[in-house]
């Protein structure tokens, strides 16, 4: 087999056609308010499996149903589940259309060298599992363990992990990190001792004001937290929406501010001047709670709404009303911590800011701002100690971002590319549950890591533009098939879901326990691995906090009393924050010690030059990143992204609605597929906004080849956040092509 120079392998599926699901295509408003058995299933027929949903993390509890026939009709919500309340988003209830999927990867797949060409061929689970093991013993002899990465998302990671860890390999990162809300947790930590983790632990339910800087909650359609939106909506809250564009959201709230890209540090700035100046903060929860409010006021001085306005293209009225709005709800005011908020480079320091402010307001432990989270501790199963790496993924980014928190995937990636002469040289990947080149924003750069690994196993459902790159793809089946770790995520309250096999695993399918497993005692890891079925590893588990899998296996999801009676901070009381100096820090000394500002400024970033518009991006409601656009359910309801663009520019540009465009960047990237124009008062005319997700490049993905634009290949200048690595994704900038670039060249 040939390990070097792999070519990316496109083959055309073969179309078994599309599978339907009984009562045609799901509405997205109705599957959302459904009530139960609107498709006139008989439920008495039925038997039911509890699960949590995979289609994002989330992790709604949920029941399948099976009928006698052994087909899975739907998916519900269970009622006693904080996360969903008995609800589930669109993308939840199409997820069975991750297992009617005909595209799915089916057996395990290895790839060999066909004359010129190389291509896949079906391989058995024995000869498959041989191989990787072979090649992870090879590269543990050569250069060690560690030179062997884990590059994961979601649930497959956590059985990954264990082995990568058994196998002395520490080497681990995921998009969650440094795509996502890296800065955001590395920020709060900072400010309040604490990360914000998810869910989120944000009191929407309670709350009087609601600040969106940029988070599109109702396109990010995250269940819980959009009920709870929806529910303050009807109570009469006060949303304050900061985004360029009309989202959903913003159109649902009291005051639109329709920022210039890149410029919200200002607007925070100068809401915390409003705040100070005008002594409308909490001034109680300050003195008590909190170090550097001295230093933040001079700091603040001069962020006048005035200046803020020249830089943000927010009036100045506009920044003094809604300042008073938040103080007026205070302490129940919640500035939104976003989520995917790797945006321009300074974004730990925008999220410090964000948290600033809520301290300003007092809004932390405060009923209707955050609350204390609290969970379910599930203990490990029993299992020797992991033996000690040489190095992990700390050695390759903590000298470079002083405030790594977690592996950084461009790291790992660099790491990989023997030009980049770093310390540690990794030499093999394990990939599961990431399409990596549409989710981590350094394609150059992976594909020549590709290029030179000495191996690359995928672990996928799907045949996924990274399975393209593998050597050898395992094939896991989909969560509805399958025993993942119990849910135990924080909440109000702490709480277990279980998530078991409905169905048996189709085609030549298998879970990541029983992979992981596989491969580990392959390695001669059976210490590890004490147990012939994860069923086992549960059941002990869920016995250490009271309860069984048989319990589970009836209730799904089981709810317990909080361990700490402390919801809220209670009136006055002594309370130390997990900071150097237990308080809430407005000044940072740990920033100031690293030679960073220990408060939060505002940077110019640049603007988009002439006859160029910022590329914003965000949320499909009805689809997760890119994983479920061939989800035959999901495409149903959108198979296709639009490229939104106000009608001014649209004038001067000669474009029609519906027209189909291609994009080139600053760096010459021209897009792959064209994307059809919207015209919309609903953006900027410096910007324009697309869904990301699509623009598949994969032909066995039937329904999603070719289907839009991918915002991720527009991505080729990063924004790189120097206290966590955190990669900024919207320093990129878009020209519009209206005849096809890629006429000539195509066959
Ligand atoms: N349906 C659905 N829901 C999801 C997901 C999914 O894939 N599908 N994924 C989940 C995950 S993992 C995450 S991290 C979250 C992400 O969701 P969020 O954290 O809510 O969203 P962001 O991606 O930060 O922001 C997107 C919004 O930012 C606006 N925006 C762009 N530039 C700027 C700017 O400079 N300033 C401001 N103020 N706004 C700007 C865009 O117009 C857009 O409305 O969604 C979660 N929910
Ligand atoms: N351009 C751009 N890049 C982004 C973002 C963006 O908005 N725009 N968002 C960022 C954010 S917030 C996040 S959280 C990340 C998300 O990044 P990823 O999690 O990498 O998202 P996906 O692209 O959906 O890739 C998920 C992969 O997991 C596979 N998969 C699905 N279910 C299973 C399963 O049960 N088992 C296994 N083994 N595999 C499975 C899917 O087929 C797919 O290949 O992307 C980040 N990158
Ligand atoms: S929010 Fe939707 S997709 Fe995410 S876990 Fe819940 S039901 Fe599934
Ligand atoms: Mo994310």
């Not at 589940?81 to 609800?87: K, L, P, Y």
């Not at 006021?297 to 009225?317: L, Q």
């Not at 649209?650 to 519906?658: C, N, Y």
């Amino acid at each position: 087999m040939k390990t070097t120079r792999r070519q990316f392998i496109k083959v055309t599926s073969i179309g078994l056609g599309g599978v339907t699901l009984a009562g045609g295509s799901l509405s997205f408003l109705n599957v959302f308010k459904s009530e139960k058995d609107n498709r006139g299933l008989d439920m008495s027929e039925m038997t039911r499996y509890p699960t949590y949903c995979d289609i994002c993390f989330w992790k709604c509890a949920a029941w399948t149903y099976v009928n006698k026939e052994g087909e899975i009709k739907k998916i519900e919500g269970n009622e006693e589940d904080t996360h969903c309340r008995g609800r589930l988003c669109p993308r939840g209830t199409g997820g069975l259309g991750s297992y009617y999927d005909e595209d799915r990867l089916k057996t395990p797949l290895i790839r060999v060298q066909d004359g010129d060409k190389q291509t896949f061929r079906e391989a058995s689970w024995e000869e498959a599992l041989g191989l990787v093991s072979q090649k992870m013993k090879e590269v543990k002899d050569k250069y060690g363990p560690e030179s062997f990465a884990l590059i994961k998302h979601g649930a497959p990671g956590t059985h990954f992990e264990h082995l990568f860890l058994s196998y002395g390999s520490d080497t681990i990162a995921e998009p969650a990190y440094a795509q996502c809300r890296g800065p955001r947790d590395d920020g709060f930590k900072l400010t309040f001792g604490t990360a914000v983790g998810s869910p989120e632990p944000t009191d929407i339910r309670d709350a009087g004001c609601l600040v969106l800087i940029g988070s599109h909650i109702g396109e990010n359609m995250h269940n819980s937290q959009v009920q709870e939106v929806s529910d303050a909506i009807d109570k009469g809250i006060t949303i304050i929406t900061v985004d360029p564009r009309l989202s959903t959201i913003a159109n649902k709230s009291k005051y639109w501010l329709p920022i210039r890209p890149s410029t919200d540090i200002a607007l925070l700035l100068a809401w915390m001047h409003v705040l100070i100046y005008e002594d409308l903060y909490d001034k109680e929860y300050v003195s008590k709670y909190t170090v550097g409010f001295d230093k933040l006021k001079d700091h603040v001085r001069n962020f006048t709404p005035e200046w803020a306005y020249t830089i943000t293209d927010i009036k100045p009225k506009a920044i003094r009303d809604t300042a008073i709005e938040m103080a007026n709800a205070a302490p129940a005011t919640i500035v939104h911590p976003g989520r995917h908020v790797t945006w321009y480079g300074d974004d730990t320091q925008r999220s410090r800011a964000i948290a600033i402010l809520n301290a300003l307001l007092g809004s932390w432990g405060r009923r209707g701002g955050f609350y204390f989270k609290d969970k379910a501790n599930i203990p490990d199963f029993p299992h020797p100690e992991y033996p000690e790496p040489k190095w992990t993924w700390k050695e390759l980014s903590k000298g470079k971002y002083p405030l790594v928190s977690s592996g950084i995937t461009n790291d790992v990636i660099k790491a990989s590319i023997p030009e980049e002469k770093t310390e540690h040289q990794i030499k093999g990947w394990m990939i599961a549950g990431t399409n990596l080149t549409q989710s981590v924003p350094d394609k150059e750069n992976i594909l020549k890591a590709i290029d030179t690994l000495e191996f690359l196993v995928v672990v996928d459902t799907m045949p996924m533009e990274i399975t393209g790159y593998a050597d050898v793809i395992l094939p896991e089946c989909t969560y509805l098939e399958r025993y993942d770790d119990m849910r135990a995520a924080t909440w109000r309250t702490p709480s277990v879901a279980l998530r078991m096999p409905a169905v048996e695993p189709k085609h030549e399918t298998k879970p990541a326990w029983w992979i992981a497993k596989q491969i580990g005692e392959r390695l001669g890891l059976h210490e590890y691995y004490k147990y012939n079925d994860y069923t086992e590893v549960l059941d002990w588990q869920l016995k250490q906090i009271g309860s069984s899998l048989e319990e589970m296996k009836k209730i799904g999801v089981k709810n317990f009393e909080r361990n700490n009676d402390k919801l809220y901070l209670k009136e006055n009381e002594d309370y130390a924050f997990a900071t150097p100096s237990g308080k809430i820090e407005l000044y940072s000394q740990e920033l100031a010690g690293l030679g960073f500002d220990p408060m939060p400024v505002f940077t110019q970033h640049e603007l988009p030059p002439d006859n160029y518009f910022r590329l914003i991006y965000g949320r499909a409601p009805m689809h997760t990143f890119s994983k479920t656009i061939n989800n035959p359910y999901l495409s149903d309801l959108r198979d296709e992204n639009h490229l939104w663009i106000n009608p001014r520019v649209a004038k001067i540009w000669d474009l029609k609605q519906g027209q189909e465009v291609w994009l080139k960047n600053q760096d010459n990237v021209v897009s792959g597929f064209p994307i059809k124009v919207r015209l919309t008062e609903r953006i900027r005319w410096d910007s324009v906004y697309m869904e990301h997700g699509y623009g598949h490049n994969n032909k066995k993905l039937s329904r999603a080849y070719g289907k839009g634009a991918s915002d991720s290949e527009m991505m080729t200048k990063l924004m790189i956040d120097p206290l966590m690595g955190g990669t900024g994704l919207r320093g990129n900038f878009v020209t519009i092509i209206t005849t096809n670039p890629h006429k000539n060249i195509e066959s």
